[in-house]
């Protein structure tokens, strides 16, 4: 009943925000944002698997750095649902079937002449969480098949809300099992630099990344140690309406306490288009890409880390900007387009506001 009650709760909360938006944007007498008329960049979200939260992550981001002085706030809902379970012939058998609800508060300020300092602090909760019942009966309403190579059995042959991640190696040892947690995540400093100078056709940065174990790693919301980075960024102007962004970077990870098999480092991109419908309003196509953190011993599961996102971006007043977004991994093509998205979550749905003081 209890997730009954959530399945209905969930929509008019979210039409209540998206009315509440709209009804600030209708009052302004007059765009007063900085960023209106401007490139407002792709989504800020990649690949989100249970294991790629631990570790420092490049979110796809804009290469232009904040004036001196410039401050934007940030606050970002993920709804992360998983269903990982694939055939045990390709090795391990691997079990991601859960859901996260991240809360992602992040700060940027400009400093000296094209520097930005930026601090991202998320809260996560994983469980059984409030998607399984949609996403099973939107497969029925519209006869969608839900048993791709990522779970050949499909969503029916298993419970719903249910919240496990477990890995057991071929030979019956079980290497990690978790279920519920709720916590602080790990705290990540970026600095961007400039390295171009910002023309009407683009611009390049480079941004130096360092993650703090700030997270639970008794409970996998925390590695326990840290990592560092650097991302290449660039932005480059098509046309007068649609944008082109690009982020290329690798991480070493440190050693994880309680993580089985990790790696010593990974190479993250993501490729993004915006297309300026006006100067409030961009849609943001993008797919990002990144090598896992970790052999389960699953030679499926082990594949490349790739999701694709459809996003939409509004500045909705002088202080304010909305963003909301949908990703996908590879099984709505089950997995023939492996360039395009592959292994990640089942689903994510992304809800951001950006304040400019």
């Not at 300092?117 to 409030?130: A, T």
């Not at 019942?133 to 969608?144: C, E, K, P, T």
């Not at 400093?189 to 997270?215: D, N, Q, Y």
């Amino acid at each position: 009943m209890g997730n009954l009650r959530k399945l209905i709760s969930l929509p008019p909360v979210l039409l209540l925000l998206w009315g509440a938006c709209i009804g600030r944007s209708a009052a302004q007498s007059g765009p007063q944002n900085p960023d209106y008329g401007q490139p407002q960049g792709p989504i800020p979200l990649r690949d989100p698997r249970p294991a790629n939260l631990l570790f420092l992550q490049f979110l796809p981001d804009n290469a232009v750095p904040l004036r001196n002085g410039e401050v934007r706030i940030g606050l970002q809902l993920d709804l992360i649902n998983n269903l990982l379970i694939p055939s045990p012939r390709f090795g391990a058998t691997v079990v991601e079937d859960n859901e996260y609800q991240r809360l992602l508060f992040s700060w940027h300020r400009g400093y000296f002449h094209n520097t930005e300092l930026s601090v991202y602090i998320p809260v996560e909760w994983r469980n059984g969480g409030i998607l399984d019942g949609i996403i099973r009966a939107y497969h029925r309403l519209f006869g969608l098949p839900a048993n791709a190579e990522d779970d050949p059995l499909g969503r029916d042959h298993w419970p719903m809300y249910r919240s496990i991640w477990q890995i057991i190696d071929a030979q019956g040892h079980v290497l990690l099992n978790q279920g519920n947690a709720f916590g602080l995540g790990e705290t990540t400093f970026i600095v961007k630099r400039g390295l171009l100078p910002v023309t009407s056709r683009g611009t390049m940065a480079m941004r130096f990344g360092i993650k703090l174990p700030t997270g639970n790693t008794a409970l996998l919301l925390g590695s326990g140690n840290v990592d560092v980075g650097l991302s290449l960024d660039a932005r480059y102007i098509l046309g007068r309406n649609a944008i082109v962004y690009m982020n290329m970077g690798g991480v070493l990870l440190g050693h994880p306490r309680h993580l089985p098999h990790p790696l010593g480092g990974v190479g993250q991109g993501a490729i993004a288009i915006e297309y300026r419908a006006n100067n409030r309003d961009s849609f943001v196509l993008q797919i990002d890409a990144s090598s896992p953190v970790m052999r389960t011993g699953n030679t499926f599961v082990d594949q490349a880390n790739v999701t694709a996102t459809f996003g939409y971006r509004r500045i909705m007043d002088r202080h304010t900007e909305f963003y909301a977004s949908y990703s996908e991994n590879g099984d709505i093509h089950n997995y023939t387009l492996p360039w395009l998205s592959n292994i990640g979550p089942d689903i994510s749905f992304s809800f951001g506001v950006r304040w400019v003081p």
